[in-house]
């Protein structure tokens, strides 16, 4: 049951576009002059944007020792490119259907992106990379699977079929997809993104988080993404099978991590609490 092309791509322009603001924002921080007043200004501009930002900044997932009551000072705070991802996630989570009729189980969806997420910040933090880089690893991990979202929506029937036979097989789904759909939810997520028009490395990310073996040229977010991913799948599967070995990772993303995954895992004793923290990412 492939889904046709011309159906696919119909139903890719229904979704909704991101609000003039953000995509200003991306496009202002794209640039390496961007000024931090330019970016206040164009956050300031909207007020819906405004209170989220500053609802999310002053969250706990941020630990600030003190509140910030002005786009300005949040930029002081949390950095340029914080404050870009900060938007992203809002008008991702924004724009995205809250509800399907293919069965997808949406709790599940986001507390798995969450997770993905926040494995891929500590990951980053643990290689020691530029702080100015690790927002980019939550924002990866929450937005790599909306293409799931998008097909159980829009192509809910097809979608059912797949989720049908997730649940009776050990297959993986973007396997299942490919088969019974001919198109896979990460191929669709890196579409949505470029629809978006995000980042180029962010889009990458999205579109090869399951195929990452066979992109040796692929850069560090693509690499991280994809063993965040499989850190967060171990650790679901692990509450059923307590004897369930480590993650089984790729040349490319072991050399990435640059430690075993069990040295890896051993500093994420905080993980639940920070998890619960960036809850506050799906509630706008």
């Known amino acids: 049951m492939t889904i ?22 991306l496009e202002m921080t794209s640039r390496i002059d961007c000024q931090p007043k330019e970016l206040v200004g164009v956050i300031e501009h909207d007020p819906i944007l405004t209170i989220k930002v500053l609802k999310l900044v002053n969250s706990a997932y941020f630990g600030l020792s003190r509140e910030v009551t002005s786009i ?6 949390v950095g340029l490119n914080t404050i870009k ?4 996630s ?24 969450l997770s993905v997420g926040v494995i891929g910040r500590m990951l980053a933090r643990l290689k020691k990379l530029p702080q100015t880089e690790v927002a980019n690893y939550f924002v990866a991990g929450l937005l790599h699977d909306i293409g799931k979202i998008f097909l ?7 979608y059912q079929e797949v989720l049908l036979e997730q649940s ?8 299942i997809e490919e088969n019974l759909l001919g198109i896979s939810h990460a191929t669709l997520g890196g579409k949505l993104a470029e629809k978006w028009e995000l980042p180029g490395e962010l889009i990458k990310s999205i579109l090869h988080h399951h195929d990452i073996a066979n992109h040796t040229d692929a850069g560090d977010l693509e690499i991280g993404l994809s063993c965040a991913n499989k850190v967060a799948n171990y650790l679901l599967s692990k509450q059923n099978d ?6 089984e990772l790729s040349t490319i993303e072991m050399q990435w991590l640059g430690m075993s995954v069990q040295d890896a895992l051993s ?6 609490s920070e998890i619960d923290k960036a809850k506050m990412f799906i509630e706008n």
């Open 90 to 113: 809002v008008a991702a989570t924004g724009v995205l259907p809250k509800e399907n009729k293919a069965g997808l189980d949406m709790n599940g969806f986001w507390l798995h992106s």
């Open 168 to 175: 009776n097989s050990n297959t993986p789904i973007y396997e």
């Open 242 to 247: 307590d004897q369930l070995q480590s993650p």
């Open 267 to 272: 500093s994420m004793e905080e993980l639940d």
């Open 85 to 88: 991802n900060v938007a992203i």
């Open 4 to 25: 046709d092309k011309q159906k696919l791509l119909t139903s890719l322009e229904s979704v909704p576009a991101f609000p003039a603001s953000v995509h200003k924002i």
């Open 72 to 77: 300005a000072h949040a930029v002081v705070y």
């Open 152 to 158: 159980a929506h829009f192509h809910a029937i097809e």
